[in-house]
């Protein structure tokens, strides 16, 4: 409906209306967005503290306890409580900090947004509102921890692939010496 009513007013169909639908729905795509990484760091913390006080009130319990069954249970409790925070960051952050989640989906979020400015300037034909809209949707779902996740994958595995290429580049330049010595040797040998 919303489309057909874009449609039914000549006036309307022009970019600068396509762009001004857009940017509403890129706008509350922001706050959201800005609220879920609020929320991100702020639950990462809060069971990061609460999981690490627990350890602590448990194994300062199990130091201070007089009786031996009563320091093995609490220095227990204290080891699986422990382990169960190292499992949360493992299960939920797989040992990402939010920061760099954050990061990956902002950088997503940008490559995202450079895309949808490049065709803000394309006639209503070319980058119709439909095609706006659907942008911008996909500019509002690169905000997760999946996405974050993948953006930060993608950025390092393309960091790890200059390394490994100017490694196999410092390897063939060793060849290539260790082959002109060898050949200069030979060459200066006796005959």
């Known amino acids: 409906m919303a489309f057909s009513r874009y449609h039914a007013d000549a ?13 509403r729905i890129l706008s509350a795509s922001g706050q959201r967005c800005n609220v879920f990484l609020t929320y991100i760091q702020r639950h990462q913390s809060a069971t990061d503290f609460m999981l690490g ?3 602590a009130l448990l194994a300062g319990g199990g130091a201070i306890a007089t009786g031996v069954d009563t320091a093995r249970a609490l ?31 902002r950088l997503r979020r940008d490559t995202l947004l450079g895309a949808i400015d490049a065709k803000r300037g394309s006639d209503v034909g070319t980058y119709t509102i439909e095609r706006a809209v659907g942008d ?7 905000c997760t921890v999946m996405a974050g996740l993948e953006e930060t994958d993608t950025q390092l595995s393309a ?4 390394e490994a290429m100017a490694r196999a580049l410092q390897t063939v330049v060793q060849v290539q010496q260790q082959a002109q010595a060898v050949g200069a040797a030979a060459s200066a040998a006796p005959k």
Do not use: C, M, W
């Open 11 to 23: 006036v309307r169909d022009t970019p600068a209306h396509r762009n001004a639908i857009q940017d």
């Open 159 to 162: 960091t790890a692939g200059v």
């Open 75 to 105: 220095a227990g409790s204290a080891g699986i409580v422990s382990g169960i925070r190292a499992e949360y960051d493992q299960t939920y952050f797989q040992n990402q900090a939010a920061t760099i989640i954050s990061k990956g989906i």
């Open 136 to 142: 911008a949707l996909r500019y509002h779902g690169a």
């Open 53 to 55: 006080s627990l350890t």
